[in-house]
């Protein structure tokens, strides 16, 4: 993340942060109308966390991409520590709680960008927004042979999200982001997968990922998806479990701990207080649901992340 400065001299508007709730985790966001986009680029940078304008860790309300040509830096994505060197993209997913740390002789970019720029064509195999539906850190490396060509697009979609917005603009920036993600799709390392999904199962799994995330502080069980996605709950199950590997009860149980374990390790939330951020209105039963899936109590997961000694329940 670039200072204040920075990003006036490069012509973009800053973003806001708005924070809810006692303790929450601020959340930036792009100060644009629909379809929102912001390319930053880096050139020889260095800087640290001290020259952010958000300081501490916050959320994104939007994706983004890194693209390190050279140099390196350092990511904390959900206290996970991510190290981006030359030739290498990274991908934050909405929702993520980030720290930017530090820089060194970085070049590349940073683009920004909301759901609305994810639509993959109809009948299209493809669906880079599937890499954003994990919540785990994406960092791959480009081949050396693609390196150019990536930076050849991301500096043009630089220049065409300068440009006075015509009639063409969605368009355009929304075929040169899908470009850079269908690449990185491409590039990804995958386990090689005997599942044998199909379009439709990639289709409803990533309109359950995205109900999933609007939903998850409200509603935990199956049937709510199901019907949400006008399906029998047997579908949604086959549909997911061939997709993902999951099926839909633990993709919505890791989703749920996953923001319960930010906010432990992000805030100072009381206990009952995270409980009810996540729907889950029974602290006690909270805490075994914590344990169960993160093998400590949520005041000794808390203690071990912060250093201290309270491992209370």
Known sequence: MLSARRRRKAGLPLSSTSARGRGDV????????????????????????????VRSPHRHAFHELFWTSSGEGRHLLDGEPAVVTANTVMLTRRGQIHRFETAKDISGAVIRFGDELLHALPGSPSDPARLFSEHGILTLDVPPQESEHLDAVVRALAA?????????????????LMTLLSWTER????????????????????????????????????GHYARQLHVSTGALWRALSRATGHPPRTLITERVMVEAARLLRFTDMPVGAVAERVGVKDRLYFSRAFRNHYGEAPLAYRARLHGTDDAGS
Do not use: G, K, Y
């Not at 100060?31 to 680029?41: C, D, E, G, R, S």
């Not at 995958?190 to 990922?209: G, I, K, Q, W």
């Open 26 to 53: 601020v959340t930036e966001r792009l100060v644009m109308a629909a379809p929102a986009l912001q390319v930053i680029l880096f050139d020889n940078d260095t800087f640290t966390d001290e020259s952010c304008p």
């Open 160 to 176: 065409e999200s300068r440009r006075p917005a015509d009639a063409h603009s969605t368009d355009i920036h929304r075929h040169l």
């Open 187 to 222: 590039w990804r390392v995958r386990v090689p997968s005997t599942r044998l999904e199909t379009p439709a199962d990639l289709r409803l799994a990533r309109r359950f990922a995205e109900t999933l995330e609007r939903d998850f502080p409200r509603h935990h069980d199956v």
